[in-house]
């Protein structure tokens, strides 16, 4: 584990083919706003969703993709992914794969009070 750029703990798997890091950013009190605000005008960033929760897919490289998912109106959740070989099917769209992690990570947060 490390601290994101906000402080908070970040976790992370590193193989000799895939990287993974996930952020979650409880502190700043920003949510998706402020990072779509941030990437709006490059052409590599791209609205979508994960499991009904807005999302935005930036720095999308031929390895690489960022996600950053709206938890709440004050929370995000970062995914980077980076992938060297496509040794499984779901490693072709690097994103597609950001957004099965993500999902993984939301279905294991406690429901909104």
């Known amino acids: 584990m490390d601290k994101s750029l906000w402080g908070e703990q970040t976790c992370y798997w590193i ?10 950013d409880t502190v700043q009190g920003h949510g998706l706003a402020v990072v779509w605000a941030k990437n709006k005008d490059k052409p590599e960033s791209e609205r979508t969703t994960v499991n009904g929760h807005p999302a935005l897919r930036t720095d999308k490289l031929s390895m690489s993709c960022g996600l950053w998912v709206g938890v709440s109106d004050t929370q995000v959740l970062s995914v980077d992914v980076i992938v060297r070989r496509d040794v499984r099917p779901e490693y072709k769209d690097r994103c597609m794969f950001a957004e099965k992690v993500a999902g993984m990570v939301l279905s294991n947060l406690p429901a909104a009070n």
């Open 15 to 24: 193989n000799d083919n895939l990287r993974v890091l996930l952020a979650p």
